[in-house]
């Protein structure tokens, strides 16, 4: 099966794609592509029974692991997860590790999720549709992230039989992802134009163009530490390479806008900005109780203040995993215990705590 790789391995560590070693990684947190499939011998997942539900995730089992399974598709270690056998927590936890989606951790009967080492590739079973297939690389990466999906896409539909329309493409549950069911969606650090009030004017921009702007956990959620995710909205009509490009090609325009910012800041309210990033390290390495929200939005401060050479000797991949593992289910799996709102605050504080003294002082200018 390729199973080299355990559940409780995955609190240890953290996933390529937070290591901040990707072009642009500054302001690209990651790029993310997903596929969104169907099996042809099943119906669409709201009209499945659990038997349906329980033979997608055997078919899809049985075949990716025959002779070798996803190694055959460059993947060597890998995991699978049946998701409805775990506690919420450990389902959350897979939420706030952008692994699976909140309606697969919220769903009933059987799902799971396939997942490789480095946390660059996941592919959840019975969500929206009966696949969702998704790679994710650090930095601005579309086209290299593009590349693995399809090869992966190919080698499953080698051994699946995908519901396709030779005029409409690949059949989906929702019709905005009839065609080539791809979103291709770039997560950026934004906090400049929050702090400059452009960020509205942005998105309006995005918006005529048909790219939807979400919150840091996608559709439905808020932007939370000044992370936002620019996604197509439409892919019937349009190849992958067009959908790709329309997206490669804003990106671009929004790091301007955001590096612009950031020198703006620096230029003409320097002392503020030196102010606003030396008290939010200074309250996250002293506090003794603090929230999820209130560190995302000091961890955004720091996080610029690291890239403007405001703070020495702490580093961006330790910052991206600050975001991460100070979640609610984190430290919960962390601390291995079960944690009300009021102790998880006390927990995250001592978390943040030791690592930021761990890895680095701080050191101003």
């Known amino acids: 099966m ?36 169907n099996l042809a011998d099943f119906p669409f997942i709201r009209r499945c029974t659990l038997a349906d539900r329980q033979a997608i995730v055997k078919n899809f089992q ?21 998701v409805d056998k775990l506690e919420r927590v450990d389902r959350q936890f897979l939420v706030e590790r952008q692994l699976i ?12 999720v396939a997942l490789n080492e480095t946390e660059t590739f996941s592919v959840m079973v019975n969500e929206e549709d009966h696949l969702r297939l998704q790679v994710m690389h650090s930095g601005l990466d579309l086209h290299n992230a593009w590349e693995r999906i399809n090869r992966i896409d190919d080698f499953l539909e080698s051994r ?9 493409g690949y059949l989906t549950a929702c019709p905005t992802n009839v065609g080539t069911g791809m979103r291709v969606s770039v997560m950026l650090h934004l906090p400049a134009l929050v702090l400059t009030k452009q960020l509205e004017k942005v998105f309006r921009a ?40 329309q997206v490669a090609e804003v990106v671009p325009m929004l790091i301007e806008y955001e590096r612009k910012a950031r020198q703006f800041l620096v ?31 000091l961890l955004s401060s720091v996080r610029m203040g690291i890239n403007l050479g405001l703070i020495h000797d702490l580093e961006i991949p330790v910052v991206n995993k600050l975001f991460i593992h100070t979640q609610p289910a984190h430290l919960q799996k962390i601390r291995g215990a079960a944690l009300d709102r009021a102790d998880r605050n006390i927990e995250r504080a001592v978390y943040l705590r030791q690592h930021l003294r761990q890895d680095g002082e701080g050191n101003k200018n």
């Open 206 to 245: 995005l918006q005529k163009i048909s790219l939807a702007v979400r919150g840091l956990y996608g559709e439905g959620s808020q932007a939370s530490g000044h992370f936002y995710q620019i996604s197509n909205q439409i892919t019937l009509g349009r190849s992958e390479e067009e959908l790709i490009d």
């Open 101 to 112: 989606s909140r309606e697969l951790a919220e769903s009933e009967g059987a799902t799971c």
């Open 62 to 82: 049985q075949r990716i692991f025959k002779d070798g399974g996803l190694q055959q598709a460059g993947i060597d270690k890998y995991l699978v997860i049946d």
């Open 160 to 168: 699946l039989s995908y519901a396709f329309d030779d005029r409409l």
């Open 2 to 37: 390729g199973a080299t790789v355990k559940f409780d391995d995955l609190t240890e560590r953290c996933g390529e794609w937070l290591r901040g070693s990707g072009p642009e990684a500054d302001i690209v947190m990651s790029s993310r592509i997903r596929l969104a499939r």
């Open 267 to 297: 230029k003409e309210s320097q002392k503020d900005l030196h102010d606003r990033v030396s008290r939010a390290y200074a309250l996250l390495c002293g506090a003794q109780t603090i929230s999820s929200e209130e560190t995302m939005d």
